[in-house]
Antibody
Framework: QVQLQESGPGLVKPSETLSLTCTVS????????WSWIRQPPGKGLEWIGH???????NYNASLKSRVTISVDTSKDQFSLTLRSVTAADTAVYYCASALFPRRITVFDFDSWGQGILVTVSS | DIQMTQSPSSLSASVGDRVTITCRASQTISTYLNWYQQKPGKAPKLLIYGVSDLQSGVPSRFSGGGSGTDFTLTIRSLQPEDFATYFCQHTYNTPPTFGQGTRVEI
């Protein structure tokens, strides 16, 4: 069974860059879309963007100017970079994907990492 | 972006109760509607996709319905493990957006 695991710093200073990595184990990163989703404490879920194994990306317009998602297929990892962070970027960040065969769209997220809390504070 | 509005925001229920949560989209999304369950400190879990298809392993007491802009999630006989927060999500276009959540509590 495929597992996803987020890693990265839990504390980032305002105006700096947030960088997270998701490692995919138990399966290949190839032929799927890989998403980042975040959830501010006590609030709802926001899709940040996704990447295909070819490197093709699609971002939420609300964050597009500050976000980059990249993939390293040799390591079965994909990464999130969010620039110029503020306190509003404090959230649990999840990596997720739609892996099951009967999915209807690439947004049917059946596989999630455990999440990593990133706090933006000086 | 398509806005997803859930009601109620929270509800109190007892074991054995029938519970219905509604989700309304700001425009038609056909049948591109999913439901997730989230427990404290855990990632969301996909329950239902395509309005009414149960994800593998999800108990049959969960069911979904609706089309167009109005959708429902029903839990037929609430069990202790069902106390959680439930989110709807559209997958009609990009970005996929989620409802604000409905907390089901005792």
């Amino acid at each position: 069974q495929v597992q996803l695991q987020e890693s990265g710093p839990g504390l980032v200073k305002p105006s700096e860059t947030l960088s997270l990595t998701c490692t995919v184990s138990g399966g290949s990163i190839s032929n799927y879309y890989w998403s980042w989703i975040r959830q501010p404490p006590g609030k709802g879920l926001e899709w940040i963007g996704h990447i295909y194994d070819s490197g093709s990306t699609n971002y939420n317009a609300s964050l597009k100017s500050r976000v980059t998602i990249s993939v390293d297929t040799s390591k079965d990892q994909f990464s999130l970079t969010l620039r110029s962070v503020t306190a509003a970027d404090t959230a649990v960040y999840y990596c997720a994907s739609a892996l099951f065969p009967r999915r209807i769209t690439v947004f049917d997220f059946d596989s999630w990492g455990q999440g990593i809390l990133v706090t933006v504070s000086s | 972006d398509i806005q997803m509005t859930q009601s109620p925001s929270s509800l109190s229920a007892s074991v054995g109760d029938r519970v219905t949560i509604t989700c309304r989209a700001s425009q038609t999304i056909s049948t591109y509607l999913n439901w997730y369950q989230q427990k404290p400190g855990k990632a969301p879990k996909l329950l239902i996709y395509g309005v009414s298809d149960l994800q593998s392993g999800v108990p049959s007491r969960f069911s979904g319905g609706g089309s167009g802009t109005d959708f429902t999630l029903t839990i037929r006989s609430l069990q202790p493990e069902d106390f959680a927060t439930y989110f709807c999500q559209h997958t009609y276009n990009t970005p996929p957006t989620f409802g604000q959540g409905t907390r089901v509590e005792i």
